[in-house]
């Protein structure tokens, strides 16, 4: 049976307006001071009250597009103003650089150890300039992204924190972002520029994997490192490019994108147990990325909007089939009941875990995110 958008729309605005969003401004919303409180256990006890501009960043994001997108309701702007004044307040150093981490007073903790700090800000701030008509806060996002895009070419960029990458390195990871920035911030040339380096570059055809790592000179490196692939972020990367090819009339780079996200659907479901592996190798050998085998909340997130977005522009079966795969193992594994945000890392047979896999919180993004996108989807 064909899906129905209309009805996947609806119930992921339930989704989202009756249990996710409420847990976050139950649990998380820092309501003094602004932001998120986002280091705490699954079910929303909070285990310390330090600040990660990732978070921060992105929870501006989320309530400034629930507002923009969604329901304007008051609350809505409230926690982005809130958000957003915390972040220009305390946010950056006196270069502008964005912090990893501060105490929820804003004090630092740790410095400008990561672009990704600085993009996730700028994702939220330009969301919330359109939210709120702040000249500040549009100014500041495009003043950043400039910012990033000139460091990220320069020859000892090695800011990539929580991932490290070895010298002369080209992380996918960065056009990636670079490109749903630029979509965001309506810059159509710079996110055609970033687009077709990850198609031109990352995207190896004859293996039908996108590659995270590749030298300075875009040419491949070595097995291991050269033949990493993460399947979540192939996905996610992929309906960025579906969203510039919309906006650009790209026939062609549609037709692309999708295949590219069914190839990485196929490669990274894990045949024993279900779910979507956190990285695997191009090759067939021992993944080089940590953790490979956990099943993450957000590859599966990724992958329900794209499968989403792609039924609605080509209506191949794949899709659909896909879209129901996901989902179902995604609601017998993530879901943690009425109220309350999806639970983030499993193992591989998919039982909780506790492992930390990246930065020490519970992110309040790609599950309202793709609940967001995906209750736009008819229109």
Same mark, same amino acid.
């Given at each position: ?51 990660? %501009? ?14 923009? *997108? ?38 630092? %903790? ?6 990704? /700090? ?32 000139? *460091? ?54 004859? *293996? ?31 309906? $960025? ?67 989403? %977005? ?19 193992? /995604? ?24 492992? %930390? ?21 008819? $229109?």
């Amino acid at each position: 049976m064909a899906l129905d958008l209309a009805a996947v729309a609806r119930h992921s605005r339930s989704m989202l307006l009756d249990h996710v969003i409420p847990f976050w401004f139950r649990s998380g919303m820092d309501q003094e001071l602004g932001g998120v409180l986002s280091c705490m256990t699954e079910d929303g006890q909070r285990v310390n009250t330090d600040k990660y %501009l990732w978070s921060q960043g992105r929870w501006l994001w989320v309530c400034s597009a629930l507002y923009n *997108r969604i329901d304007p309701r008051p609350e809505f702007l409230e926690a982005a103003r809130k958000t957003a004044e915390f972040l220009l307040r305390h946010g950056r150093d006196s270069a502008g650089r964005w912090y990893f981490a501060v105490t929820r007073e804003g004090v630092p %903790l740790i410095g400008p150890t990561s672009i990704f /700090s600085d993009c996730f800000a700028i994702y939220g701030l330009g969301e919330y300039a359109r939210a709120s008509g702040s000249q500040e806060a549009h100014d500041t996002a495009h003043a950043s992204f400039e910012r990033v895009c000139r *460091r990220v070419e320069e020859p000892d960029f090695a800011e990539t924190a929580p991932t490290p990458a070895a010298p002369g390195r080209r992380l996918h990871s960065v056009p990636m972002i670079l490109l749903e920035l630029a979509n965001e911030l309506g810059l159509q040339a710079s996110a055609g520029e970033y687009a077709r380096r990850i198609l031109d570059h990352h995207v190896d055809p004859d *293996r039908q994997v996108l590659l995270e790592y590749l030298n300075w000179d875009y040419s491949q490196l070595p097995a291991g490192e050269g033949t990493a692939v993460e399947p979540g972020h192939a996905i996610e990367s992929m309906w $960025f490019v579906l969203h510039w090819a919309m906006r650009s009339g790209r026939t062609a780079e549609i037709h692309r994108a999708a295949e590219v996200i069914r190839w990485h659907l196929e490669k990274g479901w894990d045949p024993e147990f279900g779910g979507l592996f956190l990285a695997i190798d191009a090759g067939g050998g021992t993944p080089y990325i940590p953790n490979a085998d956990k099943k993450l909340w957000w590859p599966h997130t990724e992958a329900l909007y794209a499968c989403i %977005l792609t039924y609605k522009l080509k209506g191949e079966a794949w899709c659909e089939e896909w879209y129901r795969r996901v989902y179902q193992w /995604s609601m017998q594994h993530f879901a943690m009941g009425p109220g309350l945000d999806w639970r983030q890392r499993l193992d591989r047979k998919g039982h909780p875990i506790s492992d %930390l896999v990246a930065l020490p919180v519970k992110d309040p993004f790609h599950l309202p995110r793709a609940l967001l996108l995906t209750a736009k989807i008819e $229109f």
